[in-house]
């Protein structure tokens, strides 16, 4: 819940920057608790959100490793009082209203990262008064970086200012965005991609699925991610054409966006991947979040690969589909030398309400603690069906428990 703030400031710490965080005076956590109004309560919400953190994550990292020096201090400077706790963070910031200066404040900064940071969380925290402020990235001049290192992320305030108009549903900016598509720079039209995604600009797919033909892999994702977005189920043909492509990149995304959009027409292009030692476990994702039970088997197959991720995936995706025919070889990985591959293992036969393996599941979910199997095993386009997996996996294992529970005490 706490992951993105709480890195963010791990990731500048490691700067040789000297921390600015006495310059806050620190505020204990009860009391910051205390201290929050509903706005503040709302902010945390937003920051905390499942739906949100693939996009945090993201930006935390562009902003901890490639960002001047200059540029890591002064972000540095508004983050140092989130170190512990997001409560104490935000009282001591300012409440929900300091927080989105502080950030406001971030646009006008003279780093493109931290700028492009600043339009990110604007969003996230839906900050709808700073629209006009984020627009303006769109028609900054460019400027040389400080650092010819930081040439790559030169425009990246454009990018994420796309995008993040996008997350605030500004229409108003559409046309704008959409001329971004063919701009010189990828992360922008990758960002303008995802812009369009984000407010359902429906009227534009076509036109995000020229991209599909991008020569940046970024971009090429992005334009799959915004059309499973948009529903463009009939541009689903298209997206499948990177399958086409001799190792290609983006495999991946194409899966994804096709099993966001329920394409299950595509599932024998998608299955066309199981034999591929890098997508094998991504199609198999897929596939299961299409519902392909016909594909069971083919994907239990996956379960011997020599690569521990694609047993990894493959075991998840025989437990969405509850493919309880598989249930023993699925029983069987919870002893596989790899111990996320074992957490894997206990997560499907869950998934599937297991009864003969309920007591091996129940102890190797114990074991494995709270990780999540959906932040990191999953792409964020489908982020709202896994978050229903989850819900899933909790149920089954409450029901699980309790008849666990109930045997025992018959004994």
Known sequence: MRRLVVALVCVLAMSAVPSRAAEVPPVPQEA????????????????????????????????????????????????????????????AIGGAQGFREALRGMLTDEDPVVRGFAAAMLAVVKDQDSKEGIAALLRRPYAPPAEEWQEEYSRWDRSRAAMALGMLGAKEYTEKIVALLKDDDEYVREGAALGLGYMNAREHAKKVAELLDDEADEVRESACASLARMGARDLAPEIARLFDEEESETNAAACYALAKLGAREQAGRIAGLLDDEFDSGTAAKALALLGAEDY????????????????QDALLALGILQARQYEDAVAERLNDGEAYVCHAAAVALVLMDSREHAGEALAAAEGAGQRPFLYHDFSPVVLEEVIKLRQRYEDNLKAMKARAGADAAER
Do not use: Y
Request: aromatic fraction near 4%.
């Open 296 to 311: 069971a088997g083919a994907i239990a197959k996956v379960l011997t690969s020599e690569d521990p991720l694609n047993r």
């Open 32 to 91: 910051a608790t205390q201290q929050l109004t509903p706005e503040d309560k709302e902010v945390l919400r937003e920051l905390s959100d499942e739906m949100n953190e693939p996009i945090m994550s993201r930006e935390g990292w562009i902003l901890g490793h490639c960002v001047s020096e200059a540029g890591r201090a002064r972000a540095e400077k508004v983050f140092a009082p989130f170190g512990e706790s997001m409560e104490a963070g935000l009282a």
